[in-house]
């Protein structure tokens, strides 16, 4: 297994594409086996799940001068409407880069396809329904959209029909958000209707019934399961934070996403086995040390943007990659 002795993080601003953008890339090096390996954070800026991603990859050295230029093709499913994404497989670039930039070619959506500034509808079509074997009269019937084939009578002169000349328009984006609904007896979309109304309230209520957010003292919890919480957020203005096994009569097994963003303390020692979300404590600029003799787990980027961090005394926990980032002077 390699092991990366110098890990870069680039913000990329230089997008010509605002439907697909990278946001930052990661360089991965390892310089005893002499490779370089960048991973990419994309944004799907599109109402619309992003199916394929194609693009353009060139590769400067640290002169600025263009090493290598490749093609990257993902052509398995990315990411949802709207969301940020990080593929999984690791580009492998030369050891001389210490820069990049990119060209979107392709990418693929739902409803449509971009491909080097060309729009392409790519929507489903239905072409056997109700209308299929009802021809309008002077029209032949069809069956799939193809012609019907019937028996064979005696050829008569067909007579003229003036062709009405189609209109042309142009491919306009948000056409692509249109729903292509098949044409279903009006009783049957009711139906569905009702259906969807009923699974939606009934989740609801569900949701509202399982999870609850109350205050105990200094801390705003969330409930897990019976007596465990989760810590959400803190009001108190004490500076050198102790994270207590229990808040009044509540096992803490968990730090939320968010509970202390932007939180004063300068010191935090945690007494108890929990599990700390990712941004739990981001910029935490007063925050100095970091303290626990407990079996701990932390998410990447838990302790984020924590400027005066320097001293982190954690020898039973389990830290993902970059758990501590942006940190200490």
Not at 221 to 248: C, F, H, M
Request: with cysteine; charged share 25%.
């Amino acid at each position: 297994m390699s092991s990366y002795n110098n890990i870069t993080k680039i913000k990329y601003t230089d997008n010509a594409s605002d439907l697909v953008r990278l946001n930052e890339y990661i360089i991965f090096q390892d310089d005893k086996a002499k490779r370089k390996y960048i991973v990419f954070k994309f944004t799907n800026n599109v109402i619309q799940q992003l199916l394929g991603l194609q693009f353009e990859v060139n590769q400067y050295n640290v002169d600025g001068a263009l090493i290598e230029k490749s093609v990257v093709a993902y052509n398995k499913f990315l990411a949802s409407a709207e969301e940020d994404f990080v593929p999984k497989a690791k580009l492998r670039v030369s050891y001389r880069c210490t820069s990049i930039s990119i060209r979107l070619i392709q990418a693929v959506f739902d409803r449509f396809v971009w491909k080097e500034g060309e729009y392409e509808d790519n929507c489903y079509k239905f072409t056997h329904f109700y209308r299929d074997e009802q021809a309008p009269e002077g029209e032949e019937p069809t069956v799939g959209g193809e012609p019907k084939r019937t028996k064979k009578t005696k050829k008569e002169k067909p007579e003229k029909i003036k062709k009405q000349k189609k209109s042309k328009r142009p491919f306009i984006l948000r056409d692509a958000t249109r729903k292509n609904l098949a044409k279903f007896p009006a009783v049957f979309n009711a139906l569905v209707f009702v259906v969807v109304i009923t699974f939606s309230v009934a989740s609801l209520i569900i949701f509202k019934s399982t999870t609850t957010t109350f205050t105990e003292g200094d801390y705003q919890l969330r409930t897990v399961s019976g007596q465990t919480v989760a810590i959400s957020g803190y009001t108190g203005t004490d500076t050198q934070l102790v994270i207590p096994e229990k808040i009044g009569k509540y096992n803490v097994t968990k730090i939320d996403k968010g509970a202390f963003n932007k939180s004063e303390i300068t010191s935090l020692t945690i007494d108890c086995k929990l599990y700390i979300d990712t941004d739990a404590f981001v910029n935490c600029n007063a925050l100095k040390n970091v303290s626990s003799t407990k079996q701990i787990e932390v998410r990447q980027g838990a302790f984020r943007n924590c400027a005066s961090l320097t001293t982190i005394n954690l020898p039973y926990a389990l830290l993902e990659e970059n758990a501590f980032i942006n940190c200490g002077k």
